[in-house]
């Protein structure tokens, strides 16, 4: 079978199964008397084996195969959830992540599953699968002639065992003729299929529900009949029982008859049209990258076009440009819509990390996520991931306390874990915080001297936040031991690098004794931004709307000075003042300047608030922010630039760097 048209549908597709077998498996560890919790989970187990037997990745439908056995003796009643059965599940997802990562970075997907598997039929019963299958008998009576019969009792001479399978698909399940096909070509290679009901035919034209029954003269035990038709997908269940011929004498006149199967048909086709369709579709991110790509390109003509009509004065060429700017702004807020994902894919797999960390270190950990709808651009979704693994890691390590210590330190003895999201502005701010011991600042500003980030001099007239930062230098760290989890420092600065080369930045907030706070500010999108264009001198900037509280005139009396620095009075607030010309060093000619006004764009990060001072503001445009490329990446003040729509290029200033 040629799979690879449909490796990124069964990689997107085991992904979620994984993600849902993991989020119910921690409720069902809150719950442990919930069946619904456990038939959520052995629905998703049961897809992801059919879909990796078709896919002929053996090792994982030979491992979700053992886990639905122990999920199928919880569901009888007959195990109940306990820790090691929460744990040993745990594992197993574990493992089968590791495979569909294999998968797809082109491996095969096969690890050693021998020990986990062994661990599954221990701790479950999935020696007594052809027992528990062959317990209860279909109320389905198949219609054998003469000849069937003699067929089936001259293979029960030979040594053929005859079974009646009844075979029920999943209710959505699509192309039901194609699943009936790959259970007959399984059935075929085990044994001979004497009889159908409904027959070959209604089944070709899938004028049957969702089950069908089959009996089947094989060698094979049941338990091998079972796990080889499970192997395909879209099938909800299989339920396999001795044939008796007898039996099937003394009960053939009871049999269904054709009007009850033509009524069944038509309560089938009444629920189907009762069916909603799915208005989503899986759309490769490379496609939406490319169209990404090309409207880019429009914005700069559109900009163009808007420079030309202003120019030209044609009244009716002007209300053309305005159209094309409504629809293509329209355009530009769906297609930034279908880029940006919930933060809820990073975060689902930190509530079963944290429980694996506070138990090997014998913690205990309650974590908060808040905001987990909270949307980002995909490309940094996709980044983001390790970082927060690195920030979490070391908040449940070497910030929360042993619960003997909060006891005594009079705090509860389970520690608290926030996972915070939320939007701000044209940023995204992400914090991990906890209620441990916090960062003990003569800790660090002795390592700091010691390797020498700072001198004692300095380090006198350092504040907290300053002092903070200190753990992100590189190699930077106050374990006093080196810990298999992480020690608090120990790659904070491949955290930092990351953050900053998505464009954003880390902050650190501690106070001893009561806790830690990570903050990371990420740029919702990297591509289309609203800015306010302005003149500094001959030049042209744009600064990003978003940042942007106001814009005011000042005469050259308003300006004050306050602790040597530029400042302004702000309805009540001393704003500092920042000059562009002088923070860029633009070249300018003096007569030109008018140094009785300055025009003033007021910008703000949290609560800081600061003026830019330029020399005239442009207008509004909406600009597609280019990288400067690696040599000019570390420019200060500078996130990118645009191209004009006169083919001028303007660079886009960053106001956080600016922002005392």
């Known amino acids: 079978m040629e799979t690879n048209p449909y490796l990124e549908l069964f990689l997107d597709e085991s992904n979620e199964h994984l993600q849902a077998v993991n989020d119910n498996l921690l409720k069902l560890e809150e719950e442990p008397t919930n069946l619904d919790i456990v038939n959520e989970i052995f629905r998703s187990a049961h897809t992801l084996k059919g879909m990796a037997a078709t896919m002929e990745y053996s090792d994982i439908a030979t491992l979700t195969h053992h886990m639905e056995n122990v999920l199928d003796d919880i569901r009888n009643q007959e195990l109940n959830v306990t820790t090691d059965v929460i744990d040993i599940s745990f594992d197993a997802v574990e493992l089968l992540e590791e495979m569909v990562k294999s998968i797809a970075e082109g491996g095969a997907g096969e690890r050693d599953i021998s020990s986990l598997v062994a661990r599954l039929d221990q701790i479950g019963s999935s020696e007594n699968i052809e027992t528990m299958k062959t317990v209860d008998k279909p109320d389905v009576h198949l219609e054998l002639d003469e000849y069937q019969l003699t067929v089936i009792k001259q293979g029960n001479e030979q040594g053929y065992n005859s079974y009646q399978i009844t075979i029920e698909l999943i209710e959505d399940c699509m192309l039901k003729a194609a699943r009936v096909f790959m259970i007959f070509e399984v059935l075929e290679g085990l044994g001979e299929i004497i009889q159908t009901d409904p027959s070959v035919e209604e089944l070709e034209a899938e004028n049957f529900e969702q089950s069908f029954s089959l009996i089947v003269l094989s060698k094979e035990s049941a338990k091998k009949i079972d796990t080889d038709v499970n192997r395909i997908s879209e099938i909800n269940q299989v339920i396999i029982s001795s044939f008796d011929v007898t039996d ?64 030209l004065e044609n009244h009716e060429l002007t209300e053309t440009v305005e159209e094309i700017s409504r629809a293509s702004s329209e355009m530009q807020n769906l297609i930034l819509s279908m880029r940006m994902v919930p933060v809820e894919q990073v975060f689902n797999r930190f509530p079963r990390m944290v429980r694996g960390l506070a ?235 008018q140094e009785n006004y300055f025009s003033i764009v007021i910008v703000q990060k949290g609560d800081k608030l600061t003026g830019l001072v330029v020399n005239s503001f442009i207008g509004q445009h909406e600009v597609v922010l280019k990288s400067l490329g690696n040599y000019l990446q570390d420019v200060y003040a500078i996130s990118g630039a645009t191209i004009l729509g006169n083919g001028h290029v303007a660079l886009i200033i960053d106001p956080n760097e600016l922002i005392k």
């Open 248 to 311: 099937s004498v003394k009960e053939k006149p009871e049999s269904k008859s054709s009007q009850e199967i033509h009524q069944a048909g038509d309560e089938s086709e009444s629920n189907q049209s009762k069916s909603v369709p799915s208005k989503t579709i899986r759309v490769n991110m490379e496609r939406i990258d490319g169209l990404m790509n090309l409207f880019e390109e429009i914005v700069i003509s559109r900009g163009r076009l808007e420079q030309l009509s202003s120019e």
């Open 359 to 593: 138990k090997d270190l014998d913690k205990k950990v309650k974590l908060e996520i808040i905001g987990a709808e909270t949307e980002l651009d995909r490309t940094v979704i996709d980044e983001i991931g390790d970082p927060l693994v690195h920030l979490i890691r070391n908040s449940v390590d070497h910030g929360i306390e042993s619960p003997e210590e909060r006891l005594n330190s009079g705090k509860p003895g389970e520690g608290m874990l926030i996972l915070r999201a939320y939007h701000s502005g044209n940023h995204v701010f992400i914090e991990v915080e906890d209620d441990g011991a916090g960062i003990n600042r003569d800790k660090v500003l002795h390592k700091a001297i010691e390797n020498g980030l700072v001198d004692s001099e300095q380090s006198e007239h350092m504040s907290d936040h300053e002092i903070h930062q200190l753990i992100l230098s590189s190699g930077f760290s106050t374990a006093d031991h080196i810990s298999d989890v992480s020690g608090r420092g120990v790659g904070l600065d491949v955290v930092r690098s990351k953050i900053e080369s998505l464009g954003g930045k880390i902050l650190i907030h501690s106070a001893e004794g009561e806790g830690s706070k990570f903050i990371i500010e990420l740029p919702l999108t990297l591509s289309i931004l609203s800015t306010l264009m302005v003149n500094v001198a001959d030049e042209i900037y744009g600064v990003p709307l978003s940042s942007i509280v106001e814009t005011a005139i000042l005469t050259k009396e308003q300006i004050m000075h306050a602790r040597g620095r530029y400042v302004m009075d702000f309805r009540g607030k001393v704003v500092p003042l920042v000059f562009l010309k002088e923070v860029f060093q633009v070249p300018c000619d003096l007569s030109d300047v």
